[in-house]
């Protein structure tokens, strides 16, 4: 199975922070990869497929980027609501992996 | 509305059975590939098993292989998650999300709100 590494495991940031979460595939992946946020006791929320293409309805300060093993998750200003777990999702090849998550947390 | 709503959850002996169900409403529930993802407390979210539209293509995590049997019924407009010989590593709040697969990716848009399964004697 691919493993999915994401850096940091958490963070702690300031409203109007750029954040930035990456993530690394065991192998290439072409552009396979999606990013979802969770926030506690609900379910996750899809951000951004196909590793840049943002979901309808995200707010645009969320971005996606990359392709083969390395990928970026960009919050451009954060805001409070964005406090949050945020997960990368491998879907080239099967099992499907997440990565193990990082929590952004207010500092 | 778009909906999904998990069902079935429950305190299970190790080694019991149990099956978990999808309901879907407010969207053609036989055009979507289905997936089944969870979360163990405390811990990270983890892809189980997926099926494709008509039911033909099935695909798990290789911890569940054997054991657990995603199936769907579109007439019903449900999706199903019947797992046996269950042990304490499957205890979870297990989500059922559709994926809108877009520019040849997965992209699991609507989940439902998860079900719980408990492992214990």
């Known amino acids: 199975a691919i493993q999915m590494t994401q850096s940091p495991s958490s963070l702690s940031a300031s409203v109007g922070d750029r954040v930035t979460i990456t993530c690394r595939a065991s192998?290439?992946?072409?552009?396979?990869l999606g990013w979802y946020q969770q926030k506690p006791g609900t379910a996750p929320k899809l951000l951004i497929y196909a590793a840049s293409g943002l979901q309808s309805g995200v707010p645009s300060r969320f971005s996606g980027s990359g392709s083969g093993t390395d990928f970026t998750l960009t919050i451009s200003s954060l805001q409070p609501e964005d406090f949050a777990t945020y997960y990368c999702?491998?879907?080239?090849?099967?099992?499907?992996?997440f990565g193990q998550g990082t929590k952004v947390g207010i500092k | 509305e778009v909906q999904l709503v998990e069902s079935g959850g429950d305190l299970v002996q190790p080694g019991g059975s149990l099956r978990l169900s999808c309901a879907a409403s407010g969207f053609t529930f036989n055009t979507y590939w289905m997936t089944w993802v969870r979360q163990a407390p405390g811990k990270g979210l983890e892809w189980v098993a997926n099926?494709?539209?008509?039911?033909?293509?099935?695909n798990y995590v290789d911890s569940v292989k054997g054991r657990f049997t995603i199936s769907r019924d579109n007439a019903q407009k449900s999706l199903y998650l019947q797992m046996n010989s269950l042990t304490a590593e499957d205890t979870a709040v297990y989500y059922c999300a559709r994926d809108k697969y877009t520019n040849g990716s997965d992209a699991y848009d609507i989940w439902g709100q998860g079900t719980k399964l408990t492992v214990s004697s």
């Open positions: 999702l491998q879907d080239y090849s099967y099992p499907r992996t």
């Open positions: 192998q290439a992946i072409k552009n396979d």
């Open positions: 099926i494709n539209e008509g039911g033909s293509e099935k």
